[in-house]
């Protein structure tokens, strides 16, 4: 269905085909994933014939028992991948003038090779926005994979508290949660680097976890994510260690005034940007407007962020079926960082979220 749709797109934008590279995008249309690595891997769509898959030889018999059901052309490593497909596309059509390509992924060493090939072609045309646009809008069977994904972000958490106690470092809680959604899970892939920051590490919100330490009466910050067949999940919780101050738990509740706030307004009709301001407009009014320093939300399904940005500036309508995160931020620079994060899928009247971890602030016991 998604590549009829392309294919369709490629005949009313005049194009004759397109080379897709991104493995993402890839396993998007075709239900085939691999990691390529240095290889080249791709998918060629023709507006007229049957598309092709193109891969390493030593991945075309796991490629022809996946979900694809058309062609698979492999090379070896001594073979010129470029010129094999070449031949392959023209078996299959002689309109070869117009490429669409995915110019956000397409390094310029392949576009140059690739043209090398067609040096009378044109690859000016993007296929990115429409892909984005196509991708935006997720079926019940790809909610249902968030849903899942987004169960195992739940358990997560629950490793993640359970491992606090002072003096253990952030690396080492990140590890045990990893290893138990492993072992618990069969969870093989993070949808990104396990997050957990202790105190003041908080305030910098990017910060992968270090040998940092938790001691008593800090924040600690959890921000992480799976991928449960092929779908990705991002949450990200804050927890006290031991008493908070009432400046911790100031920051912690307006935050979380914020976030719930954007849950319940986010809704058919609302744009992209007003709903980015009825969380950054709570936090503005509480004093920490210039420590929310990034955008709202992010769009989540195959990537862990894609399309749309929740930001100012986007008008876009939200409409249903469109999924992403809702995760404000106060961020306090040498004190601490809180952040509370779901993503989730606009309903017909709503927004439902694929995590449901509690979220009222959690004061965990001191324990040596």
């Excluded at 390094?107 to 690739?114: E, G, M, P, T």
């Excluded at 195959?302 to 876009?316: C, M, R």
Aim: net charge negative; glycine share 8%.
């Amino acid at each position: 269905m998604n590549l009829d749709k392309l294919q369709q797109w490629l005949q009313d934008s005049n194009n004759d085909l397109a080379y897709i590279s991104n493995p993402i995008t890839i396993s998007y249309f075709t239900g085939y994933s691999m990691e390529p690595h240095e290889r080249i891997f791709a998918l060629i769509v023709l507006k007229d014939a049957e598309p092709f898959i193109f891969c390493p030889a030593l991945n075309v018999e796991e490629a022809k028992a996946s979900a694809w059901d058309g062609d698979v052309i492999g090379y070896l490593d001594s073979e010129n991948p470029w010129n094999i497909i070449a031949t392959n596309v023209k078996k299959r059509t002689h309109d070869t003038h117009n490429w669409a390509i995915e110019k956000d992924d397409l390094s310029v060493a392949h576009y140059q090779l690739l043209r090398g090939e067609f040096p009378n072609a044109s690859f000016t045309n993007d296929v990115s926005p429409f892909i984005e646009k196509l991708r935006l809008y997720k079926t019940p069977e790809e909610i249902k994979k968030l849903q899942g994904a987004g169960a195992e972000a739940d358990f997560a958490f629950k490793i993640g508290f359970d491992a606090i106690r002072t003096g253990v470092t952030e690396r080492s809680i990140a590890g045990q949660i990893d290893y138990q959604l492993k072992i618990q899970k069969g969870v093989m892939h993070e949808s990104f680097e396990t997050i957990v920051q202790a105190g003041k590490n908080a305030a910098n919100p990017h910060l992968g976890p270090t040998m940092n330490t938790v001691q008593p009466n800090e924040l600690v910050l959890f921000d992480l994510g799976t991928m449960h067949d092929g779908y990705a999940s991002d949450s990200s919780r804050t927890v006290a260690y031991g008493e908070p101050t009432a400046k911790q738990r100031e920051i912690y509740e307006v935050d979380r005034e914020a976030q719930q706030a954007a849950i319940e307004a986010a809704k058919p009709g609302i744009t992209a940007e007003e709903l980015d301001s009825v969380a950054r407009d709570i936090i503005t009014k509480a004093g920490y407007g210039e420590y929310f320093i990034h955008r709202l939300g992010h769009g989540i399904g195959k990537n862990v962020h894609e399309y749309p940005s929740i930001v100012q500036g986007n008008d876009l309508v939200l409409e249903e079926g469109m999924c992403f995160s809702i995760e404000p931020g106060i961020y306090i620079p040498g004190f601490a960082g809180v952040r509370i994060e779901d993503c989730g899928v606009v309903t017909k009247d709503g927004f439902e979220t694929f995590t449901h971890t509690d979220k009222d602030l959690k004061v965990l016991p001191l324990k040596d």
